[in-house]
């Protein structure tokens, strides 16, 4: 959600000012106020620093809008920016917006999930209500043309007024389709957008006045039927109806329907990709043609990519995937899109959407439920083909490289595209508010065993990441921030679940002929430690540790990380965690550590190169770990180590924090365990070096793979390049496996392909010590581990060695699992 | 007498007195063509200053200077809390490193901190504000500069007095900028008492360096 916050010399006008917007906002959101100067603001003024307090405490990735009085509000606002760390301010928006009308709009365009520059852009007109009063009107907008549209007469006696018209809005605001509002009896009535109040309010709509709606896009009938109910129920009736309250309160779950059983819980992720504005008409027909069958061969692509990646676990449902591709290839969709290109010169974008809504819509009429859902693929193509005419890249991959947890995806429906097109680390459940079990979406998640549900409400859409949802996939519930006593019961039933599910032996795993694989789990949070030590994992071999630095302003203190560290490992009870270094950089900017950009940042500062050269921020986290270590079994590893140089200095480093805190008397663990990671082609070919310094040495192979074989990581055009599996990869897994035991340290496996039970057969023959999977993963794994033999593995995995391609490989290891 | 850490900050205490002996004469220029604040925002600024100066001792002039301006932002409460709070922002980074100024570094000091105001309240010269005062005083301190070698005292001594030169010759001009500016022709006769401020900083400036 966008913060607000609202700038002004008088507290006492700020605060009635926020009373007001909470009228006008039935759910809470961000806001805070900035006024009054002196001591306890008593006075009239404003202050700079307080500003810059208010924009902290709702900053967030939505971006903030600061609305101000006058004069010295502004200066004051503007000293605040400059006070603020360089990359926040373009998340920042100072909104020139009158103050009291601009407050209320944007609290009720944030409190309906809209974007940043969208709320400032409403804020601003709404001074328009008076202008029009005093002024000639701004230009109408117009309703496009082909649009659904319903006539209602408005019964209630105060008209369409403020309150009904934010309700409105916020409804609006759920869906994608355009909604317009106008007044067909009276000549001259401006048309009204229903994103709109401003516009809305103006519409002036009285008792007795005919109002008319159309809708269009591609939810437009959705959005139609939402709207009438509303009108109906709210416009027909005195004014007795309170005000809608959230259908859902914290502690009593949500009921929704059931799609694919199975218990999740985590933070949640809404995934909303917007279908971009088009242009009608195209400039060069022939060349728009071009472009659009440029489109379509690239969403051909993606669809065939994600057929592909599912072909290996649900060759069904892969079918399903690849039925879309007969959309593309319909001669009567070609045809219509031709003649609306080339003989009506309309703009690719335009008539893409005009001729597939309509195949959409025919489906939608349709008797049979089941056919009827195929208007949900349709959906998703529909998308897929506007964000290749775009040059967007698909944004489920963004979406995916963002994510650096696992999550419940929101998502407004559950299509076969976005379930299959997610890696299964990230995702835990889908939640949709549309949604059939017989739709293909169902189908797939069902065979991924992925939870999810759908029917939940449209305004699931503007949760926050803050929010943490369990879900419920065999009874359809959700729960909304479960408390410590609703975790426990979703463990519970998730344990049953799975114990009914998938019967495994308990831990610590041996193969059949009686061999150790100690299998670990990756956390990137408290929550995740939960998850791991509830899935039975041995260690957690890998904690990211960048959750407690990500989205903040300054770095967390000693103190604060030993807290979170106490807390993990009172969560693994006993077991070992290794804590990995901050490991940011690349992809992932954090405001306190200043970096210069870079080409290639892959290839540039990240992991411990940035550590070293942030030494304050290195040694807080050194020490917290040691000293957090001191009665739990805390073990550091390094990530990034391309250089024996990196590896000497930081053990230096270490020596360095563990002297001073000998100085300062504080108890911490000395000698700590001390893990490379192994991520880089130089260290596997050094690990001979690099193994007397250490432990323990750690493969991440996600990095090991783009970097062996130079393809960028989540790069939508290289992904038939980027396994793990293949046989340059595990060459270098081999060495450095060889080199570890050789000085005898213990290595291990972390990445994706530890988590692949194809790669288990190979890592065991490779004779790995330990993996660190995904907590979700450790049943399956465990059970292949269980059913395989050590020895038959080596024997075998010398000559996978020799083979040349990963698809050899995989094909090698499957008929290796079958022999078993 | 040598521009060091000692005179800013005896320079910055004696503020204090300075404001709120002169607090109502603020007032009174700022009733006459704004909203009456500017005396008692700047005597609040300056005696936070003031006690943070007790409480604190900056070791260099960078630190000193940065802290008078995050006071001021957070105390002042009216426009020129941004407006010398940016002053003494800039200035502070355009001190950076220095133990003793030069009057040549003066000069820098004060353009970097008159850039601070420009900046922020995006005023020119001639629109009836403080830079009416900040541009002839630091032409005045250039002047100085250029002969070898400067004295400080007298260079802040040729400052002040072309401060007031300029703060009288605001007299005449019409406001542009802040709430002043609402008064339109009416602001005409009135002296501007953000340009009286500067006087007044510069005026104590010139006093502490002649009695060291």
Redesign the interface.
């Known amino acids: 959600m966008v913060g607000l916050v609202i700038v002004s010399h008088s507290r006492r006008l700020a605060e009635a000012l926020l009373g007001l917007t909470a009228q006008v906002c039935p759910t809470p959101i961000p806001v805070r106020v900035a006024a009054?100067?002196?001591p306890d603001h008593a006075?009239?003024?404003?202050?700079?620093?307080?500003i810059v307090e208010a924009i902290q405490e709702v900053y967030g990735p939505d971006g903030v809008v600061v609305l101000m009085d006058l004069?010295?509000a502004i200066?004051?606002a503007?000293?605040a920016l400059?006070?603020l760390p360089d990359d926040w301010r373009k998340a920042i928006r100072l909104c020139p917006a009158p103050l009291v009308e601009g407050a209320l709009s944007a609290a009720v365009q944030i409190g309906s999930g809209q974007k940043l520059d969208a709320v400032c852009r409403e804020a601003c007109r709404a001074l328009d209500a008076k202008l029009v009063q005093i002024e000639p009107e701004p230009p109408p907008p117009s309703v496009p043309p082909g649009a659904l549209e319903s006539l209602f007469t408005v019964t209630k006696p105060h008209g369409l007024h403020a309150r009904p018209a934010a309700r409105l809005v916020q409804l609006i605001a759920g869906f994608r389709a355009e909604v317009y509002f106008r007044r067909p009896k009276s000549p001259g009535s401006r048309v009204a957008s229903g994103r709109s109040l401003t516009s809305l309010v103006t519409l002036g709509a009285r008792q007795g006045d005919v109002i008319a709606v159309s809708t269009s896009g591609d939810d437009a009938r959705q959005a139609l039927d939402a709207i009438r109910d509303f009108l109906r129920a709210e416009l027909a009736e005195e004014e007795l109806a309170e005000p809608s309250q959230p259908q859902f309160e914290a502690g009593r779950p949500f009921g929704a329907l059931p799609l694919s059983p199975g218990v999740a819980w985590g933070p949640a992720y809404v995934y909303d990709p917007s279908v971009p504005v088009v242009d009608e008409s195209a400039a060069d027909p022939d060349a728009e043609w071009t472009r659009f069958l440029k489109a379509v061969d690239v969403a051909k692509e993606a669809i065939r990519a994600r057929a592909k990646s599912l072909a290996a676990c649900a060759p069904a449902e892969a079918e399903i995937v690849e039925t879309h591709l007969l959309t593309l290839e319909d001669p009567v969709i070609l045809s219509r899109m031709r003649d609306s290109i080339l003989a009506s010169r309309k703009a690719a974008g335009w008539a893409w959407g005009n001729v597939i809504d309509e195949v959409i819509a025919s489906y939608e009429s349709l008797e049979d439920p089941y056919l009827r859902q195929r208007a949900a693929d349709l959906r998703g193509i529909r998308t897929q083909v506007h964000q290749a005419l775009t040059d967007k890249t698909d944004s489920r991959d963004d979406f995916a490289r963002a994510l650096s947890q696992p999550v419940i995806v929101i998502a407004r429906e559950s299509s076969p595209g976005l379930i299959a097109g997610l890696p299964r680390r990230v995702l835990l459940g889908v939640i949709s508010v549309e949604g059939q079990p017989t739709s293909h979406g169902a189908i797939i998640a069902r065979s991924l065993r992925i939870p999810a549900v759908s029917g939940v409400p449209a305004s699931f859409l503007s949760l926050g990441p803050e929010t943490v949802i369990g879900l419920d996939g065999a009874t359809g519930q959700v729960w909304l921030n479960p408390d410590a006593e609703e975790i426990r019961e979703l463990g519970r039933r998730k344990g049953e679940s799975t114990t009914s599910l998938e019967a495994r032996p308990p831990g610590p795993w041996r193969t059949r002929d009686g061999e150790r694989l100690e299998i670990a789990a990756n956390a990137g949070s408290v929550e995740g430690a939960r998850v791991a030590a509830l899935e039975q994992a041995e260690a957690i071999g890998l904690l990211r540790t960048e959750f407690m630095y990500l989205n903040r302003l300054e770095p967390p203190t000693e103190q604060e990380q030993i807290a979170t560290l106490e807390e993990i490992a009172a969560a693994m009870t006993g077991r070992p965690v290794f804590v990995r270094s901050l490991d940011v950089g690349g992809d992932k900017p954090v405001p306190f550590l200043p970096r210069l950009p870079e080409q290639n940042p892959y290839l540039g500062v990240r992991g411990i190169r940035l550590s070293l050269r942030s030494r304050t921020v290195f040694r807080h986290q050194i020490r917290a770990v040691l000293r957090a270590g001191a009665e739990n079994d805390l073990r550091l590893m390094l990530p990034m180590v391309s250089a024996l140089e990196d590896l000497v200095r930081s053990r230096a480093f270490i020596e360095e924090c563990h002297r001073e805190l000998l100085e300062e008397n504080l108890a911490h663990r000395w000698p700590i365990p001390l893990a490379v990671m192994i991520e880089t082609p130089s260290a596997a070919l050094i690990a001979a070096s690099l193994a007397p310094l250490v432990d323990f040495l750690s493969i991440g192979t996600n990095d090991l793979t783009q970097y062996t074989l130079a393809a960028e990581r989540g790069h939508p055009q290289l992904s038939e390049y980027l396994d793990s599996l293949h046989p340059s990869v595990l060459q270098l897994i081999g060495k450095t496996v060889e080199a570890g035991h050789q000085a005898g340290k213990q290595v291990g496996v972390c990445g994706e392909i530890a988590s692949d039970p194809v790669a288990t057969p190979i890592l065991l023959g490779l004779q790995v010590d330990e993996i660190s999977i995904e907590p979700a993963a450790i049943g399956t794994i465990s059970r292949v581990v269980s059913g395989l033999s050590a020895e038959k593995a080596r024997d075998w995995a010398r000559g996978v060695l020799k083979l040349a391609t990963a698809k050899e490989v995989r094909e090698a290891s499957a008929a290796f699992a079958s022999a078993v | 007498m040598k521009l060091t850490i000692d005179f800013f900050i005896a320079w910055l205490r004696s503020l204090r007195q300075c404001f709120s002996e002169n607090r109502d004469y603020l007032t009174r220029l700022d009733s006459a063509i704004g909203d009456a604040d500017h005396g008692i925002n700047m005597e609040r600024g300056f005696s936070a200053v003031y006690e943070q100066l007790e409480k604190q001792s900056p070791k260099t002039v960078e630190e000193l200077l940065k802290l008078t301006a995050m006071t001021l932002i957070r105390t002042v409460g009216g426009a020129s809390g941004p407006l010398y709070g940016t002053f003494f922002l800039r200035a502070s980074a355009a001190t950076s490193g220095k133990s003793e100024l030069a009057v040549e570094d003066l000069v820098t000091l004060f353009e970097a901190g008159l850039g601070g105001i420009i900046q922020r309240g995006k005023a020119e010269p001639g629109d009836k504000t403080m830079v009416d005062a900040w541009i002839p005083a630091i032409a005045a301190v250039k002047a100085c500069a250029a002969q070898s070698p400067g004295d400080p005292a007298e260079t802040l001594q040729k400052a002040a007095e072309a401060a007031e030169t300029g703060m009288r010759n605001t007299i005449p001009l019409q406001a542009r900028k802040g709430r002043a500016s609402y008064l339109g022709e009416r602001s005409v006769g009135h002296q501007d008492p953000g340009a009286t401020s500067t006087f007044l900083m510069l005026d104590a400036a010139a006093r502490v360096a002649e009695n060291s």
């Open positions: 009054g100067a002196g006075e009239i003024g404003t202050d700079a620093t307080q004069g010295s200066l004051s503007e000293t400059d006070l």
